[in-house]
């Protein structure tokens, strides 16, 4: 039996191990369910994951004090420029701009906002300071695959047995509000909303997949292969069309990245056009069975385009002729659960009257209203009334909606950035182009307005809107240079020495990238706290890579 010196020593040795481990397995895992508010009313709150990454920088500090870990690491100095470049954005916009009221509860927005940041680069360090050896890397590794499957059971789980959904995606719902799905509404798993799985996705399949390559025993390929469309059916019912497209993306990467390991030309055009045709077989008919919500979102991008739109009509009649209309009908005669709907839940149709706009996917819309709206809910505006008395009073009344032309057009989810939130960035660019407008201050109509939630759907424009060029060029040259970083170590003449292990995170984490940053452009994801979480745990896993082979030549 071990002492308890010998017990301590093993502790003190592996605990931030364990605790990264837990940590990249708890924060995809655990729904967004609020412990309490920082701000009243605000939609961003205090979760158990909060609290969690707290303990955890408090070892991690523990062990910095004890030179047990550095900061002396690829990234700290640009991501400490950031924060710089953040907290000075936060002092212009008091003090300077005066976008942000001197009052405790905007400036303790604002603040709440610049500290989050904080809290994301923790889980870099600590998955970097975590990873001494290629073992470490394959624990962290295998407690992400296994993740990933739980992720994609739950939303088995969601979407035939009741499984309870908790959404973020409005004020109301964050509060912990208990839902369940319609037959056709979109799969979230345990993330606060579809984009955010969609995200996670985004990052982690690639590295799946990476590593289904990179291994030799075929037991572990085709449970990795298995694995990786259990995530296309994921994304798949998540019905996330920016997000399946950065999906794309990052699967052609990690496919070039091997392709290019092959000797020659002809191998490499071949083993890519095999493995590519393979993939686009299997994920159209996941795609086909199971994306009926998702086929009708990709079908909206093509009716803006005349001729490819008639293209896909040609092509769609023969293929509907040949495969016959059976595989249409597919998705109708899946069997459907026999459980009893919860007694202590609302489906997410109840929930969706409380917003303005319903966007279920379950019935087509009508041609006066924009292609992505499907249930036609009244505007509500204040009007003076005046009685018999001559007293004059507001009153709210429902008024018919009207919609813009891009919304008529384009459709209303491309209308809402193109008429409101993108102009709002760009706006508050304007305003200081060098440090921006400040934290939080992209969606108010004055200044002295309180919002319950910031949004701007384009990742690019939010940083250069709410810290300008200063923090822009320092929040994306962190994740450039880990791009450029983790690219220089597999081109290294010592990148024969990787294990498979490190070779997949290291092209994992690339294509996970490369895709989050073209999801980038019409989600907020690096600023939602699950993806953005994760997103610089991996990074740091890279970068240890990095670490251990750099002065190799």
Not at 17 to 25: E, K, M, N, T, V
Not at 223 to 228: E, G, K, M, P, V
Not at 430 to 439: A, D, F, H, Q
Not at 451 to 456: D, K, L, N, P, Q
């Amino acid at each position: 039996m071990p002492t308890p010196k010998v017990v301590l020593r093993w502790i003190d040795k592996n605990l931030l191990l364990l605790l990264a481990g837990f940590l990249l397995g708890f924060i995809p895992l655990y729904p967004k369910l609020p412990l309490f508010d920082l701000i009243p009313g605000y939609l961003v709150r205090v979760r158990l994951e909060d609290i969690f990454i707290l303990l955890t920088v408090i070892f991690w500090f523990i062990q910095l004090l004890r030179k047990k870990v550095t900061l002396r690491i690829p990234l700290a100095k640009i991501m400490g420029l950031y924060l710089v470049a953040g907290f000075l954005s936060l002092v212009s916009a008091v003090f300077i701009t005066k976008t942000v009221p001197f009052e405790l509860l905007h400036v303790g927005k604002s603040a709440l906002h610049f500290l989050r940041y904080f809290e994301y680069f923790t889980l870099f360090f600590i998955v970097f300071s975590a990873l001494k050896t290629k073992r470490d890397l394959k624990i962290l590794l295998i407690v992400s695959f296994v993740t990933l499957f739980a992720v994609s059971a739950y939303g088995v789980g969601q979407r035939h047995l009741y499984w309870p959904v908790y959404s973020t995606m409005n004020r109301e719902f964050s509060k912990g509000l208990r839902l369940y799905l319609t037959p056709h509404a979109r799969v979230q798993s345990t993330f606060g909303g579809h984009y955010d799985l969609g995200g996670y996705l985004v990052l982690i399949l690639p590295i799946v997949l990476a590593t289904a390559y990179s291994l030799a025993k075929r037991r572990q390929r085709l449970a990795l292969f298995s694995l990786f469309y259990f995530g296309i059916w994921l994304i798949t019912v998540s019905a996330s069309r920016t997000s399946f497209g950065s999906l794309i993306l990052a699967v052609f990467v990690v496919l070039l990245f091997f392709a290019l390991k092959e000797k020659s030309l002809l191998k490499k055009t071949t083993w890519f056009f095999q493995q590519a045709g393979i993939l686009a077989i299997c994920c159209g008919v996941i795609l086909r069975l199971f994306g009926q919500d998702m086929y009708e979102r990709l079908l909206q991008i093509l009716e803006s385009n005349t001729v490819a739109y008639s293209w896909y009509q040609n092509v769609d009649k023969h293929l509907e002729s040949f495969v016959g209309d059976q595989m249409a009908k597919m998705p109708n005669i899946l069997p459907q659960t026999m459980i009893e709907k919860p007694e202590n839940g609302i489906s997410t149709e109840e929930a969706a009257e409380m917003i303005s706009v319903l966007v279920p996917s379950d019935a087509r819309p009508s041609p006066e209203r924009p292609s992505d709206v499907y249930v036609n809910v009244p505007d509500r505006k204040l009007v003076a009334t005046t009685s018999a008395e001559g007293v004059t009073t507001m009153v709210l009344v429902e008024v018919e909606r009207t919609y813009s032309q891009n919304a008529l057009e384009r459709g209303l989810s491309v209308a809402i950035r193109l008429d409101t939130l993108w102009p709002q960035a760009i706006a508050g660019f304007y305003k200081n182009p060098v440090l921006g407008s400040g934290y939080a201050t992209l969606t108010k109509e004055t200044v002295q307005q309180f919002t319950e939630a910031e949004s701007t759907d384009n990742n690019y424009l939010r940083s250069l809107g709410e810290t300008g060029l200063a923090g822009f060029i320092t929040f994306y040259g962190c994740i450039l240079t880990a791009l450029t970083l983790s690219a220089r170590t597999l081109r290294k003449k010592s990148s024969r020495k990787l294990s498979p292990y490190e070779t997949a995170a290291l092209i994992g984490v690339i294509a996970g990238t490369l895709g989050l940053l073209v999801n980038a452009t019409y989600i907020d994801v690096f600023v939602a706290s699950k993806i953005a979480l994760l997103y610089w745990g991996y990074t740091g896993m890279a970068m240890a890579i990095y670490f251990w082979h750099k002065n190799e030549t």
